[in-house]
Structure formats: structure tokens, C-alpha cells
């Protein structure tokens, strides 16, 4: 017959603390906790810019080289939101503002968890990356300004949305029928005349990351 494992023998794995009365319920770990298994501060570097800027692109780089470097990070890319948690949503201005801030909402659990987070979303809309901003804190949030002109953007036009657009055959495209607010004050600004290698490593120098 299988012996009965004692658990009381085990008690070494647990480490408790007396519970909390909160209504938040509050784990008994901190971000401080966490970041020192990790070895590094949790941050959110959130790329904004028009359509085919070059904004999902300037993140995976960004991502590989940080992965390469051990850090530990996770892209949230408007796209892949959009397949998943943000589903219901289209392009209204109501719901891009939604869109925005259900990706911040989950880009700060994932920085007070540790992580590295890289959100790529076109987010048009000064007032909500404010709100990301105040949300995630200043000193963790760094948001990068991919200033690619529309021009460029509708000649690439690699999601033929542009195309569209312009045949009336969608509504709501940013640049065309949308408006695009550019941020006052970015941390950093790149565009088509910097190459994306050269950006990656100086935003690398930026964040500290180097
Ligand atoms: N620095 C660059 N120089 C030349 N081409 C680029 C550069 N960055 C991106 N591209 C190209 O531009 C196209 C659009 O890039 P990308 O998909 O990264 O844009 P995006 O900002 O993520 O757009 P969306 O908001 O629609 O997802 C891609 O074909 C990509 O290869
Ligand atoms: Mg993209």
C-alpha cells in the first residue's frame, strides 16, 4: 500500500504572514520582492505612433536584445490585444481610448510583477496615455515616439488598411478619417531618418539597459 506522505514534515515551504483586513486583497510579497529575483526593476516602454510607423517592429528588436541581455520582459502588441482581451472592441474613438486603457491596466500588473513590459499600440490619444503614464507611474513609464510620416506609413501600407481607407472601405483609420495626437514631451522620438538598430541601442542607453 502507498505510505501517506506527511505534509507537517514539509512546513519549510511555507512562509506566512497573518492575513490582511484590507478589501484589497494584498499579497504579502512587494514589487521589491519581486524584482530582486528577477535582478532588475520592472518598467513599461510604450511605443505610440500611426499605423505601419514602426512600432511592433521597433519592439521585437528591443525585446530580443533585452531577452539576450536576461532581462525578463513581455510585448503587449495592439494587434495580438486585439485578437484576445480586447476582441470586443473596434475603432471608435470610445473604443480606442478602452483599447488603451485595458493595456495599461494589464502593462502595470505585469511591471508589479517583475516584468519588462513593451506595449506597441498605435494609442492616437494624448489623454490616454496620460492616464497610462499616471497609472504606471512616472519614473516607470517610458513612452517612445515612433515619428514615421504618414506618407511613409501609407506607401509601406503592409495591412492594406490605408488603401482601404482611402476607398471608403473602412472608417476610423488613424492618419485618414481618425485624428493622431503626437506627444508633447516623448522620452525619446525616432523616426525613418534614424536606422532601427541605431534606435534600439540608444533607447537601450536610455532605459539604463545597456
Ligand atoms: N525603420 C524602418 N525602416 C524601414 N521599414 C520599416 C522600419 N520599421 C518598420 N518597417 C516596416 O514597416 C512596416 C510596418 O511596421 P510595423 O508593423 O512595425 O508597424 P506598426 O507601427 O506596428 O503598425 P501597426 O500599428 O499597424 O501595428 C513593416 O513592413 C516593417 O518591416
Ligand atoms: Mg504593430
Known amino acids: 500500500m502507498e505510505k501517506k506522505f506527511d505534509f507537517m514534515?514539509?512546513?519549510d515551504l511555507l512562509v506566512c504572514d497573518a492575513p490582511s483586513s484590507d478589501t484589497r486583497s494584498t499579497s504579502p510579497?512587494?514589487?521589491?520582492?519581486r524584482e530582486r529575483l528577477k535582478g532588475h526593476h520592472g518598467r513599461v516602454i510604450w511605443f505610440t505612433g500611426l499605423s505601419g510607423a514602426g512600432k511592433s517592429t521597433m519592439?521585437?528588436?528591443?525585446?530580443s536584445s533585452l531577452h539576450a541581455r536576461g532581462f525578463h520582459t513581455y510585448?503587449?502588441?495592439?494587434d495580438n490585444m486585439r485578437l484576445g482581451l480586447n476582441r470586443d472592441l473596434g475603432f471608435t474613438p470610445a473604443d480606442r481610448a478602452e483599447s488603451c486603457r485595458r493595456t495599461a491596466e494589464v502593462a502595470r500588473l505585469m511591471m508589479d510583477a517583475g516584468l519588462v513590459v513593451i506595449?506597441?499600440?498605435i494609442s492616437p490619444f494624448r489623454k490616454e496615455r496620460e492616464m497610462a503614464r499616471s497609472l504606471i507611474g512616472e519614473d516607470r513609464f517610458f513612452e517612445v515616439y515612433v515619428d514615421t510620416p504618414l506618407a511613409i506609413c501609407?506607401?509601406?501600407d503592409t495591412k492594406g488598411l490605408y488603401r482601404k481607407a482611402r476607398n471608403?472601405?473602412?472608417a476610423d483609420m488613424t492618419g485618414i478619417d481618425s485624428p493622431y495626437e503626437p506627444p508633447e514631451r516623448p522620452q525619446m522620438r525616432t523616426g525613418p531618418d534614424e536606422p532601427l538598430e541605431d534606435?534600439?541601442?540608444r533607447l537601450m542607453v536610455l532605459l539604463n539597459f545597456s
Open 75 to 78: 510585448i503587449l502588441d495592439g
Open 168 to 170: 471608403r472601405e473602412i
Open 154 to 156: 501609407e506607401q509601406r
Open 199 to 201: 534606435a534600439v541601442v
Open 59 to 63: 519592439a521585437n528588436t528591443l525585446e
Open 29 to 33: 510579497l512587494s514589487r521589491e520582492n
Open 9 to 11: 514534515q514539509r512546513k
Open 119 to 121: 506595449a506597441a499600440l
